[in-house]
């Protein structure tokens, strides 16, 4: 009986093992450098794929800040906002769309320079709770056809008036119908729209991360 319950104990222990192994291995993994990242580390969109259209606003002055405020232009964001932005990539390119990227994530220092200047949280978040930018869980996004062409979303990108919002309706049928294009995907692969603001995308499960205020490198 004592040989069969050592056997039974070991044989537990081995199990017990190997699952607890097979579960960290979902969330936890390696980059190319064979760094160990999970879910939640920040990475550089352009190295998980190529299928994106760029054009930081913030890296350059042509924005609400009318200055340069990132010394170049990457989008970086946590791992699982980078895999989401993906699969939504996947669904519009197979309807002949790709996904413009206006900004990623977005160091704390920099959401206080937006604040005092557009201390209005329709349009900017106060950095005192941080935005989900600063937490590597948001995007700004339009989409272009197969030319290259962005959509008609009836305003530019940071125009911040009534006409950004997704409940004004008092814009043409072919701008209604590409931002319900661009919202229903999204919403489809786990992110959250922003009423007032026609571009801006929260990934849901990263609403509570830590806000972060780190730079990346320009190389
Ligand atoms: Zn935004």
């Known amino acids: 009986m004592t040989r069969y319950f050592k056997s039974l104990l070991i044989f537990c222990s081995f199990f017990w093992i190997i699952s607890c192994k097979s579960q960290s291995a979902i969330s936890v993994t390696e980059d190319k450098k064979g760094l160990t990242i999970s879910d939640t580390t920040f990475v550089n969109l352009k ?19 009318k200055a340069k405020v990132y010394d170049c232009a990457e989008c970086f964001l946590r791992l699982k906002t980078v895999n989401a932005l993906i699969k939504a990539n996947t669904k519009f390119m197979k309807k002949g769309y790709k996904i413009k990227i206006f900004d ?3 160091p704390l220092d920099i959401q206080k320079k937006m604040w005092e200047i557009v201390s209005n949280p329709q349009y900017v978040a106060n ?7 600063n937490r590597g869980g948001a995007v ?3 989409l272009v056809d197969n ?19 997704h409940n004004y309706l008092k814009v043409s049928q072919e701008i209604q119908l590409n931002r319900e294009l661009l919202k229903k995907i999204m919403i489809q692969k786990g992110f959250n729209s922003f009423d007032s603001e026609w571009w801006h995308y929260n990934l849901k499960s ?3 991360d830590p806000v972060s205020n780190a730079k990346w490198d320009c190389n």
């Not at 190295?47 to 606003?57: H, P």
């Open 127 to 133: 950095p005192a709770k941080g935005s989900i930018h």
């Open 47 to 65: 190295d998980y794929s190529q299928n994106f259209v760029y054009d930081m606003k913030y890296a350059t002055s042509d924005n609400f800040l």
């Open 140 to 142: 700004d996004i339009t």
């Open 104 to 106: 990623c994530y977005r």
């Open 206 to 208: 990263a609403l509570k």
């Open 147 to 165: 030319n290259g062409k962005e959509l008609d979303m009836g305003t530019s990108f940071d125009y911040f008036g009534i006409e950004s919002s």
